[in-house]
């Protein structure tokens, strides 16, 4: 996978600062020359045009804006030089590509995520993170001019998000899945698809799960969920993923707007609301694992945090110290935190949990799943903008894709391993269990035989022993009729055996 990394910077603190047309900007990227940017509009006219992306104003509205601000943005990137040319090269890697996939070109990656080019957006601005870089047409020069960038098909292109204070070196990909869900809807709110999201996770989690008793050592769930009850949970359990369905909602914070997931207060399930702000729900998320036997790579938190949530992703106010929710989480130390910074529908969340985890908890890599998630999206949900609305902030390592071709394979082998041990335990009940249901099929096969005055015959998965031990038992149940055990189909099971019943005098009748 090509990786490409584009830094806009300016001056000051990441707070205070308005979009403007006077405020000059650096792009950075790869090893281009800089260039200086300046955004063609004011605060307040971005903030009305997220307001029609937020479905506030109407749908002409929206459908305006969508086109209109993906128009703008593709003018902003298409005036970066080095990155037109960057994108514009066909194979082989640039700059930071090669280190950000560990140097290896040869690995075990598809296809498709050979052809996929990854664009590091590292934004210091609260400002510019207002800006929905999703949503941008392909800039001239750039591949698939006109279309949406991230939906052309040319040659394809997943953006993540990230600050320049996360660190890439201590991201250990997990090898192995602790899963945990949290579910709040409290009163007064529309009830979330529950359901479906666990149905989805409880489907993608399957070729894990030995037996139904060991479902929770790889998925726990909290429904009704407080901030004290994620707590305890990632004090209890050393969790890889966290997946949190609630609704998002815009409170207030001094003189600033923000965003929070609206969960339920510790002991008053039915209550009001709780709101909690990112930086809140990042200290439950990296509550240090007090389990015995936890490892000391997994005290930092969950290497993966989805938010099917409606604008768990937006800003909000850029006034005073602050940012989105997955913005927050991200800058506390998770890797990889995929949000919304739009309203996401009930529809567009469930399909987000079916492609994501579909792949995540088989080790394939997240910059795929996300090019096909938006494809699936923008093709099975034309009312809504679901598909621009996804953002996620990564901040991989070097040797990513090292990691993940170990994962991949220790997840292959922990399904292989499930699927043997279950068919061990079918084979040990056979000589147990097998007899007693073959000798009432046989009985029943017998009397239709003596009605009939014909030879029948029955298959059976045995050793030698276990048939004759039943032709056996049956001759001494039925001493009228004839049983021979004879050798049955060995190209298609064995050990297997064949019971003839015939009744006596039946012989020369036709087979039943």
Not at 396 to 413: C, E, G, H, K
Request: include cysteine.
């Amino acid at each position: 996978m090509r990786t490409l990394t584009l830094e806009l910077l300016r001056h000051g603190p990441a707070h205070n600062q308005l979009l403007s047309p006077l405020t000059p900007y650096l792009a950075l990227c790869e090893n281009h020359p800089a260039v200086t940017l300046q955004l063609p509009m004011g605060h307040n006219q971005l903030l009305h045009r997220l307001g029609a992306l937020s479905y506030r104003l109407g749908e002409a509205s929206r459908g305006f804006q969508l086109h209109d601000t993906a128009k703008l943005l593709a003018d902003l990137l298409g005036s970066i030089p080095g990155l037109t040319a960057d994108m514009n090269r066909q194979g082989g890697m640039s700059g930071s590509a090669a280190a950000a996939n560990g140097g290896a070109g040869d690995g075990p990656q598809s296809a498709t995520a050979d052809a996929i080019t990854h664009l590091r957006l590292v934004l210091s601005a609260s400002e510019l993170a207002l800006l929905p870089f999703e949503l941008t047409l392909s800039p001239p020069g750039f591949p698939g001019e006109g279309q949406p960038l991230l939906l052309q098909s040319l040659s394809p292109v997943c953006i993540t998000r990230e600050t320049r204070r996360v660190p890439e070196s201590q991201l250990v990909w997990p090898d192995e899945t602790r899963l945990l869900f949290v579910v709040a809807s409290p009163a007064g709110h529309e009830p979330v698809p529950a359901l479906a999201h666990l149905l989805a996770l409880r489907q993608r989690i399957e070729p894990w799960v030995g037996r139904a008793g060991q479902l929770d050592q790889h998925l726990t769930v909290i429904s009704h969920a407080s901030l004290e009850d994620i707590e305890a949970a990632c004090a209890a359990t050393a969790f890889t993923h966290v997946h949190i369905l609630a609704h998002g909602s815009e409170y207030r914070d001094g003189y600033d707007t923000r965003f929070g997931l609206v969960l339920h207060r510790a002991g008053e399930p039915d209550g009001a609301a709780d709101l909690v702000s990112g930086e809140r729900l990042a200290s439950a998320l990296r509550t240090p694992c007090r389990s015995p036997g936890a490892a000391a790579a997994r005290l930092g938190g969950p290497a993966v945090v989805t938010l099917a949530s409606c604008n768990s992703g937006a800003v909000g106010s850029v006034a005073g110290v602050g940012a989105s929710i997955a913005h927050a989480l991200h800058q506390a130390g998770i890797p990889l935190v995929i949000a919304s910074q739009f309203p996401l529908s009930f529809g567009g969340s469930v399909r987000m949990v079916e492609a994501l985890y579909g792949g995540l908890l088989w080790g394939e890599d997240p910059r795929s799943l996300l090019v096909e998630l938006r494809r699936q999206l923008h093709a099975q949900f034309p009312d809504s903008h679901d598909w621009a609305s996804l953002t996620a902030y990564s901040s991989l390592p070097a040797d990513f894709n090292a990691q993940l071709a170990v994962a991949q394979i220790q997840r292959a082998m922990a399904s292989i391993n499930v699927a043997l041990d279950l068919a061990d335990e079918v084979v040990a009940r056979l000589p147990r269990e097998a007899p007693v249901a073959a000798l009432a099929a046989l009985a029943a096969l017998a009397a239709l035989a003596g009605l009939g005055s014909a030879s029948c015959s029955v298959l059976l998965a045995l050793d030698v022993r276990a048939a004759f031990d039943l032709a056996a038992a049956f001759f001494m149940a039925f001493p009228d009729v004839q049983v021979v055990c004879f050798s049955g189909f060995e190209k298609y099971v064995q050990p297997n055996f064949c019971l003839r019943i015939t009744p006596v005098g039946g012989e020369n009748s036709p087979s039943f």
